[in-house]
């Protein structure tokens, strides 16, 4: 193998470890961001997730905050069918029945990432910070 070669397999490998070590960046309305932060919501609902494994989500609030205001561990993702999810998830789920329900109206499958550990910032960080110009649909990868 020729020392370009290595370099790039190296290259790729490097790049590998660091998309398992980073991070994904949600958009996350106030209400359940605060509930996120202090606990109350240990699970936030998606309908796509990342190809990627993540150990992080980087907590953007939404209008009209703004901002990037904290960090929380994934401990798993769980895929089930909605009602499935609901049965496992709804005590900590920070959402009303109903409005789980009309979120996944349509899907066979849902998601829900199981929050570890969660930290608010000391100072709110803009998306700038993270080599962002606007919001993202669903989420970026982050490191």
């Known amino acids: ?3 370009e070669q290595e370099k790039r397999d190296l290259s790729a490998l490097l790049w590998g470890i660091m998309i398992l070590m980073s991070g994904i960046l949600l958009a996350i309305k106030p209400e359940y961001v605060t509930q996120i932060l202090n606990g109350t919501k240990r699970f936030e609902f998606r309908t796509r997730i990342p190809t990627q494994k993540v150990s ?5 609030c939404t209008s009209p905050v703004m901002a990037v205001v904290g960090e929380a561990e994934v401990k798993s993702i769980i895929s089930l069918d909605p009602e499935t999810l609901w049965k496992v998830t709804h005590a900590y ?3 009303s ?3 789980f329900l009309k ?3 349509g899907h066979k499958i849902a998601f829900a ?3 570890g550990k969660a930290t608010a910032y000391k100072k709110n960080k803009p998306l700038s910070e993270y080599g962002m110009k606007g919001v993202p649909q669903s989420f970026v990868y982050t490191s």
């Not at 992080?56 to 953007?60: L, T």
């Open 56 to 60: 992080k989500i980087f907590i953007y």
């Open 1 to 3: 193998m020729s020392e």
């Open 93 to 95: 789920a920070g959402i």
């Open 103 to 105: 979120y996944f109206s």
């Open 113 to 115: 990432y199981e929050l």
């Open 97 to 99: 029945k109903e409005g």
